[in-house]
């Protein structure tokens, strides 16, 4: 299972450098003989777990955490019209049992809307039972036909964190979308990770909502990626699925619902982010190790290092911690654990024993310092682990903010999106939209729900027909 160690690509070279860190820091073998199917291996798999505890965490405050089973026969798959026709082309179908054809074809779920939502018809019987509000984190697949990668576009998406929600009507949905967008930029800023709150455009949305709104982040070589969505499903899905309460005053009314979801794309904008061309850089929280100690031996001098070494082990055994006194080299063993984006590295040599002192550095940072070892404690890590969570955040909106420019001309727009983000103002006229994806090659991303890092006017005039337009992001997207 050793990855070699030879040296990354540079991060300039995103897409050669992603291949290789997912490799080599050991998140994902890529060797799997099936297209779009990884293997996750355990330290990337720990990363995974401390993630995905984090967005447990976050819905469990007040969601209930359920499990809905992988197959939905097609019968329920096909009744939404809309949602059915922006999926047929990437379901995968169980058709048989050992060699008897099956009697209703069972999809294996792109998403589980459809296996959900009967069963809300029978778990919702008045306007006590609402509003509603479950999670599963389960795998999901799709067919996709664009260039699958790790963790980014996946034939089986392993974390797919999906949340359903049912209210009395589309004001408290539209509420709920809103808690949701808390939600995830609680949980993005948990990760350090910038993030644009943007509406699609009508042309899209998720298949059968009445409104989307996406979490989209900007990736190294310029490209957004969508880390996230929230989808308004007002009562379509309701009156397909006739999922219905009774209200106080004795009356049918059908639900009103929402649902979000979030996928390893997290794990991914984490990784590819933060990273630089050591390796990767992990913010303290979900480092699978948050620590590490090195003890520089001399002959000689071995005993006394060591037992120096121990005792700061000691002192930090409530964080994730390693005391490498492996026979490797110091420098082999700073390659390696920068490699693995280790946030803290304690140092200790004889000199340092003798004077009862350790030599700190933070992955993120070239210069050393010397503390005594009496003034380590964890509250001092924990204050550290935060000024560290500050810092790449604030490398990485400096590095975002560069990659945003605002444009009014077509022909500057279309060559800035092959570097970056092009930020515009267009009306909400599709044919306006069409065009200006036509002409720059890229994707309208929306219209922003808010700038919170952006720098730029909300109002202004459309690029296309000079009406009253407001800011979008165009790009080009993963
Ligand atoms: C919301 C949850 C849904 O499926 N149903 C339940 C809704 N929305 S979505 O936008 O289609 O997907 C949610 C997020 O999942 C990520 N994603 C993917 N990640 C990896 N590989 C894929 N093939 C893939 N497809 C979607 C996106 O981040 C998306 O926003």
Request: with cysteine; hydrophobic share 40%.
């Amino acid at each position: 299972m050793k990855a070699k160690a030879e040296q990354l690509p540079s991060k300039q070279n995103f897409s050669e450098w992603y291949h290789e860190i997912i490799q080599k820091a050991e998140i994902m073998d890529v060797r799997y003989p099936v297209k779009g199917l990884y293997v996750w291996y355990p330290f990337g798999f720990k990363i995974r777990q401390l993630v995905y505890s984090k967005l447990r965490e976050l819905h469990d405050r007040d969601h209930d955490e359920v499990y809905f089973p992988a197959l939905i026969p097609e019968t329920e798959l096909g009744k939404e019209g809309q949602h059915i026709k922006g999926f047929e082309d990437e379901v995968y179908w169980v058709t048989h049992g050992g060699l008897d054809p099956l009697d209703v074809k069972l999809a294996l779920r792109p998403t589980s809307e459809t296996a959900i939502y009967p069963i809300f018809k029978l778990w919702i019987r008045s306007h006590a039972d609402l509003p509603l509000k479950i999670y599963q984190i389960v795998n999901t697949f799709r067919y996709e036909t664009k260039h699958t990668r790790p963790l980014i576009r996946l034939r089986e998406i392993t974390s797919f964190k999906e949340a359903h929600t049912a209210h009395k009507n589309f004001e408290e949905a539209e509420e709920q979308v809103k808690e949701a967008i808390k939600l995830y930029k609680e949980f993005y800023d948990f990760l350090a990770i910038p993030y644009m709150v943007i509406r699609r455009p009508e042309w899209d949305k998720f298949p059968g909502a009445a409104y989307t709104i996406a979490f989209d982040t900007i990736m190294p070589d310029g490209k957004t990626m969508q880390i996230g969505t929230v989808h308004n499903l007002a009562d379509n899905f309701a009156r397909t699925f006739e999922i219905e309460y009774e209200d106080i005053d004795g009356e049918h009314k059908f639900v009103n619902q929402t649902c979000y979801g979030i996928s390893e794309r997290c794990i991914a904008a984490l990784l590819s982010i933060h990273g630089d061309d050591l390796g990767l850089i992990l913010p303290f929280e979900v480092s699978p190790i948050q620590i590490v100690i090195i003890p520089i031996l001399y002959k000689g001098k071995e005993e006394k290092v060591l037992k120096a070494s121990k005792m700061v082990l000691e002192k930090l055994k409530e964080f994730r911690v390693v005391l490498d006194d492996s026979e490797d080299r110091p420098g082999a063993k700073y390659y390696k654990w920068e490699l693995k984006g280790v946030p803290m590295r304690i140092e200790i040599g004889p000199k340092e024993a003798d004077e009862n002192s350790v030599v700190v550095s933070f992955r993120d940072e070239k210069k050393k310092f010397k503390i005594s070892m009496d003034e380590i404690n964890s509250e001092l890590v924990l204050q550290w682990a935060k000024e560290f969570k500050d810092r790449i955040k604030n490398k990485a909106i400096g590095w975002m903010k560069e990659k945003v420019r605002y444009f009014e001309d077509l022909n500057d727009l279309a060559d800035w999106i092959t570097k970056g983000v092009g930020l515009t103002h267009l009306c909400k006229n599709v044919d306006c939209g069409m065009k200006v994806e036509e002409e720059v090659k890229g994707n309208v991303l929306g219209w922003f729900e808010e700038l919170n890092w952006i720098d730029a006017e909300i109002d202004g005039e459309c690029i296309i027909c000079g009406g009253k337009g407001k800011l979008v992001a165009i790009a080009k997207t993963y």
